[in-house]
């Protein structure tokens, strides 16, 4: 048996789209494509989603992962008409948008990105028909770029209640909900956002849990969601991108949600 698999709970798995070549994080792609493959090779694979890399700099993707494993991949398009190329070495496992199209193209898992305050029912119907998912942008270089708890509640919540799968971008790298010290910037937590997601599953309100900093509480009440609401959970928040992937694992140390062994 797989040593990584065995002791990584089922809510994190696969959860961790490597998007280490995007600001802040900024790697050269050669250096995020051996980081990333070291982790593969590692007890934290389990964790990882794919790599993610815009099309337009496919080419330096090819050129770093020629001659290695082949290397999963999601594909950030410009468009949605825009048609994913191949390579050998390359997996292409899911294709990322700006807008809704009015079909979704082929048999890939794709995402519509929307802003987060436009996530409508209107629109989340139109994501629906289209056969695609949502990704909401959550945070950025600028202060502007981080939903404000009452607009992610509203966008989360409509999500969930219209069965629309979702991935969320940016800013996640803690898992509690805090103010950063340098920028002063407000960020989300991925652990307030699965135990919203959560509770929207259950029909409670959700922008408490999006808001509360207390981290203690938060990791408490997600490591206590039962099988049926980590399926659930699971099943609408898909993964979040992040320029790390060491953060995340390290607040989950933190509090007590992954082995010791994963250190």
């Given at each position: 048996m ?5 002791l990584?709970n089922p809510?994190f ?9 995007f600001?802040p994080g900024?790697l ?18 389990p964790l990882?989603g794919?790599f993610v ?7 330096e993707?090819t ?11 999601s594909?950030?398009?410009?468009s ?6 191949a390579d050998?070495a390359?997996?292409?496992v899911?294709?990322?948008f ?5 079909v979704a193209?082929g048999?890939?898992?794709?995402y519509a990105?929307i ?5 409508t029912a ?10 695609v998912r949502l990704?909401i942008r959550?945070g950025?270089?600028?202060a502007?770029?981080f939903?404000?708890?009452?607009e992610l509640a509203?966008?989360l ?8 799968a979702?991935?969320l971008t940016?800013?996640?790298h ?8 340098l920028?002063?910037f407000?960020h989300?937590?991925?652990l307030?956002?699965m135990?919203?997601t959560?509770r929207a599953v259950q029909g409670?309100?959700i ?5 509360d900093?207390d981290?203690?509480r938060?990791a408490?009440?997600v490591a206590g ?6 399926k659930?959970?699971?099943?609408h ?15 989950l ?11």
């Amino acid at each position: 048996m797989d040593l990584g698999a065995a002791l990584v709970n089922p809510l994190f798995a696969g959860l961790f789209d490597d998007a280490a070549i995007f600001p802040p994080g900024d790697l050269p792609i050669p250096d995020a494509v051996k980081a990333h493959r070291e982790r593969q090779g590692s007890a934290l694979a389990p964790l990882l989603g794919p790599f993610v890399c815009p099309l337009a700099r496919f080419g330096e993707l090819t050129e770093a992962v020629a001659g290695g494993p082949k290397l999963a991949v999601s594909l950030i398009l410009a468009s949605p008409e825009d048609e994913p190329p191949a390579d050998p070495a390359v997996d292409v496992v899911a294709v990322e948008f700006p807008g809704v199209p009015a079909v979704a193209a082929g048999t890939l898992p794709a995402y519509a990105e929307i802003p987060c305050g436009e996530v409508t029912a209107t629109r989340l119907a139109a994501v629906r028909d289209a056969g695609v998912r949502l990704k909401i942008r959550t945070g950025g270089v600028r202060a502007d770029a981080f939903p404000a708890e009452p607009e992610l509640a509203r966008a989360l919540w409509s999500a969930v209640r219209a069965g629309v799968a979702f991935k969320l971008t940016a800013g996640l790298h803690d898992p509690i909900r805090h103010r950063d010290p340098l920028t002063g910037f407000e960020h989300h937590g991925f652990l307030n956002v699965m135990l919203a997601t959560a509770r929207a599953v259950q029909g409670y309100d959700i922008e408490r849990a999006l808001a509360d900093q207390d981290g203690e509480r938060v990791a408490s009440a997600v490591a206590g969601l039962d099988e049926v609401l980590v399926k659930a959970v699971r099943r609408h928040f898909v993964s979040f991108g992040t320029c790390s992937v060491a953060e995340p694992v390290a607040g989950l140390l933190r509090y007590r949600l992954l082995p010791e062994e994963l250190r």
